[in-house]
């Protein structure tokens, strides 16, 4: 079977992606599979290599232009030699293009399936706004939340701070990785969040700052079409206030507790909230939601509809805590993906 492992992308989280690309790739070369890496790269070229054993480092794929050890590139309308024999198409794109459904779209076009949600529910769960609006429609609990920018002139600094309070968070609504998102501790630094992130999105979020017990919990689905939580991981950033890009990233900057110290009831609750979003979005494959849990309330801050699979990411980590291995997550969403083509799902 040849899997394609798809990296890169045109969005803030290149450097990411490739990380991601790079494990998914170790862990599935070794005769099993026939192992393509394709790297899309920022002006959404395509490039490729048939990988052997042992994998390369991420070198080659972090600047396949000038590796010479990728063939490329290749315009998406003219690509035909990247997909050439390919079975599956196994995603380790992050952010705009890559995981708000428009290159589902396209790998839809082509008829090759991939893991991860469809074009739909990716693109819902890439925006932050749309999200939060589903949520509420199902009476799950979100942060409140105000839009500013165009289409919006009653939000003004002001009323954020009269109805937010600080500190605030400022978001970018399809933005990952915590990039292009900051927290706003005064006036001041609100003003200049909105002004640094204005141009980077019509429309930001937001968010009233919740403070509490944050937890993340993945829920996965199987070949069978089984879709279950798994271990809720709890998130303590070291470094830093909250769980930015660097407490995300770097080694020994946040702890993360698995299976996180916290009554039984407490990560039931969890889980059965981060399944519910799942399934109000129609998501597939793997997802992982965010929560903050302060008393009895379990907030919803975000659903990642193709979270990071890097060796620092919590998918993995958690799913190695109920006794599974990365090879054995890439198999489950594989042949989910498989499954789904066959299903014309």
């Known amino acids: 079977m040849r899997v394609a492992v798809v990296m890169g992308g045109p969005s803030a989280e290149y450097e990411i992606s490739i990380l991601t690309g790079v494990e ?3 862990h599935l070369t070794g005769g099993k599979n026939d192992v393509r890496a394709v790297v899309m790269s920022a002006g959404r070229e395509f490039y490729y290599a048939d990988i052997g054993t042992p994998p390369p480092d991420a070198a080659p794929f972090a600047d396949p232009a000038s590796s010479g050890r990728l063939a490329g590139p290749y315009a998406p309308g003219s690509a035909a030699d990247v997909w050439k024999g390919v079975d599956v198409a196994l995603l380790g794109l992050h952010g705009a293009y890559g ?28 925006d932050k706004i749309a999200t939060k609006l589903i949520l509420l429609q199902h009476g799950i609990a979100t942060p409140p939340f105000s839009l500013y920018g165009r289409g919006h002139p009653d939000t003004t600094p002001a ?21 292009l998102m900051g927290r706003a501790a005064d006036a001041g ?16 979020l937001v968010e009233t700052a919740v403070s509490g017990i944050e937890l993340s919990c993945p829920v996965l689905e199987y070949p069978d079409g089984t879709v279950r939580p798994l271990l809720p991981v709890e998130i303590r950033p070291v470094k830093s206030s909250y769980f930015d890009y660097t407490a995300k990233y770097t080694d020994g900057a946040c702890e993360e507790m698995m299976p996180a110290p916290q009554p039984a009831e407490l990560l039931e609750r969890v889980q059965a909230t981060a399944e519910r979003v799942h399934r109000a979005l129609g998501c597939r494959g793997v997802t992982r939601t965010d929560v903050i849990v302060k008393g009895d309330l379990v907030s919803v801050l975000e659903i990642n509809t193709l979270p990071g699979f890097t ?35």
Do not use: N, W
Request: include cysteine; proline fraction near 5%; aromatic fraction near 6%.
């Open 159 to 179: 009323t954020i701070a009269a109805h937010h309070g600080f500190p605030c968070f400022v978001k970018c609504p399809q933005s990952g990785s915590s990039k």
């Open 24 to 26: 998914m790739i170790r």
């Open 189 to 204: 630094e609100l003003r200049r969040l909105l002004k640094e992130l204005a141009p980077e999105a019509d429309t930001l």
């Open 99 to 126: 995981e708000d459904g428009r290159f589902q779209g396209y790998l839809e076009t082509l008829g090759i399936p991939y893991t991860g949600s469809g074009v739909l529910a990716s693109a819902i769960g890439m």
């Open 311 to 345: 060796t620092a990411s919590l998918v993995p980590k958690s799913f190695a805590a109920a006794g599974g291995t990365y090879g054995q997550l890439l198999d489950i969403l594989v042949q989910g993906a498989l499954a789904r083509g066959r299903r014309g799902a």
